[in-house]
Structure formats: structure tokens, C-alpha cells
């Protein structure tokens, strides 16, 4: 009996943590989630990057990293959770080549325990080299419109 008891502890504890890993995913996949389940898509360059090449059309501009490397997570994620429409929509981050939204998203899926949090493979270029439209450069937080 406790053999089986903690078997299934066991089990338990392994589906909680498999379900707070950082999903790394692809454009298709990132374009399903936003049609699907109404991914909120975050691209966390810099201003100067989205100056650059734009933004994805409908994602949120919000800084993580500045121009030194530095961030202050705790700040960034109070901002996310205002712009997220329920502790379960799914978030999908985005940088330049992948890099920085990978460490962004291990970092809350580690240090805070969020869910649904995702990074695009490879950041935004795919998108751009894919022909993909991107949208200017537009202030404050709030998504660029078409």
C-alpha cells in the first residue's frame, strides 16, 4: 500500500512540474494559438528593435531586457498580468533570434511558476524572412493596430 501511495505522489508531482515547462514553439504553432486560444504574443526586444523591423500584427510591445541585459521581473510581470485576460491564456514571447525570450520565459516558469508560457523558436526573424507582415513601431503598451 505505501508503494502504491507513493507511486501515485510520484506521478502527481511529475505532471505538476512537466506542466510548468517553456514551451518553445513555432510560427504555425503561435499562429494557431492565437486563433485558438487567443494567445496574448509579447515581443520583449528593445524600442530600437521594433523601430527596426516592426512588430508582429496584434502582439504586445513590452520591454524585458534594456540595453544593458538588465531587467526587473517582477515589474515586467505585473505589466503582463494586467495585459493577460486570465491566468490561463496562453502567452507567447518573442525576441530576435530566440534567445531572450527563452531566458524571459524560464525565468517565469521557474522563478514564479506560470503556465501557458511559450517562445518563439528563433525569435522574429523566420517571420520576417517568411515575408510575413509586420506593423510599425506604435507608444505605449498597447497592441499595434494594422
Same mark, same amino acid.
Given at each position: 500500500?505505501? =508503494?502504491?501511495?507513493? +507511486?501515485?505522489? +510520484?506521478?502527481?508531482?511529475? &505532471?505538476? *512540474?512537466? @506542466?510548468?515547462?517553456?514551451? @518553445?514553439?513555432?510560427? #504555425?504553432? $503561435?499562429?494557431? $494559438?492565437?486563433n485558438k486560444q487567443n494567445a496574448l504574443i ?6 530600437? !528593435?521594433?523601430? !527596426?523591423?516592426?512588430?508582429? #500584427? ?9 540595453s544593458r541585459g538588465s531587467y526587473d521581473a517582477?515589474?515586467? *510581470?505585473?505589466? $503582463?498580468? =494586467?495585459? %493577460?485576460?486570465? /491566468?490561463? &491564456? #496562453? ?8 534567445? %531572450?525570450?527563452? =531566458? @524571459? ?11 501557458n508560457i511559450n517562445h518563439l523558436q528563433n525569435?522574429?526573424? /523566420?517571420?520576417? &524572412? ?5 506593423? &510599425?513601431?506604435? #507608444?505605449?503598451?498597447? @497592441?499595434?493596430?494594422?
Amino acid at each position: 500500500m505505501n =508503494k502504491l501511495l507513493f +507511486l501515485f505522489s +510520484l506521478m502527481i508531482h511529475t &505532471q505538476l *512540474l512537466s @506542466a510548468n515547462e517553456l514551451g @518553445a514553439i513555432d510560427i #504555425p504553432q $503561435m499562429l494557431e $494559438m492565437k486563433n485558438k486560444q487567443n494567445a496574448l504574443i509579447i515581443d520583449i526586444r528593445t524600442e530600437k !528593435e521594433w523601430a !527596426e523591423t516592426g512588430t508582429i #500584427p496584434h502582439s504586445v510591445r513590452l520591454q524585458f531586457f534594456d540595453s544593458r541585459g538588465s531587467y526587473d521581473a517582477e515589474q515586467w *510581470l505585473s505589466e $503582463m498580468e =494586467k495585459l %493577460r485576460t486570465s /491566468p490561463n &491564456q #496562453p502567452v507567447v514571447l518573442v525576441c530576435r533570434s530566440g534567445n %531572450r525570450s527563452e =531566458k @524571459a520565459g524560464n525565468l517565469l516558469v521557474q522563478t514564479f511558476g506560470l503556465d501557458n508560457i511559450n517562445h518563439l523558436q528563433n525569435g522574429i526573424q /523566420p517571420w520576417i &524572412q517568411a515575408g510575413y507582415a509586420t506593423t &510599425q513601431h506604435c #507608444p505605449g503598451l498597447l @497592441a499595434c493596430k494594422q
